[in-house]
């Protein structure tokens, strides 16, 4: 259901917090209807196998992660 992911060390400036958000890339087959489902399921994977301080506690699903001429993930077109 995902096909790429990322985790990266976001900031609320307004309240200047640092938090992980994990982007997640859906496959193609995958439904919107469905990214709920998806985001619980990996949640509660990673609750089972992370330290708390790891988890993400954002979990937004792309259609596609921006990419850079590269071919690497655009860290810096990844929305806040």
Same mark, same amino acid.
């Given at each position: #259901?995902?096909?790429?992911?990322?985790?990266? /060390?976001?900031? #609320?400036? @307004?309240?200047?917090?640092?938090?992980?958000? @994990?982007?997640?890339? @859906? @496959?193609?087959?995958? %439904? %919107?209807?469905?990214?709920?489902?998806?985001?619980? &399921?990996?949640?509660?994977?990673?609750? *089972? /196998?992370?330290?708390?301080?790891?988890?993400?506690?954002?979990?937004?699903?792309?259609? /596609?992660?921006?990419?850079? %001429?590269? #071919?690497?993930?655009? *860290?810096?077109?990844?929305? &806040?």
């Amino acid at each position: #259901d995902i096909t790429a992911c990322v985790v990266i /060390k976001q900031v #609320d400036e @307004a309240i200047n917090d640092e938090y992980l958000a @994990a982007y997640l890339q @859906a @496959a193609p087959h995958v %439904s %919107s209807t469905e990214y709920g489902k998806i985001q619980t &399921r990996i949640l509660t994977h990673c609750q *089972r /196998k992370l330290p708390t301080f790891m988890i993400p506690t954002a979990w937004p699903i792309m259609e /596609k992660l921006p990419l850079n %001429s590269s #071919d690497k993930i655009d *860290r810096k077109q990844l929305p &806040r």
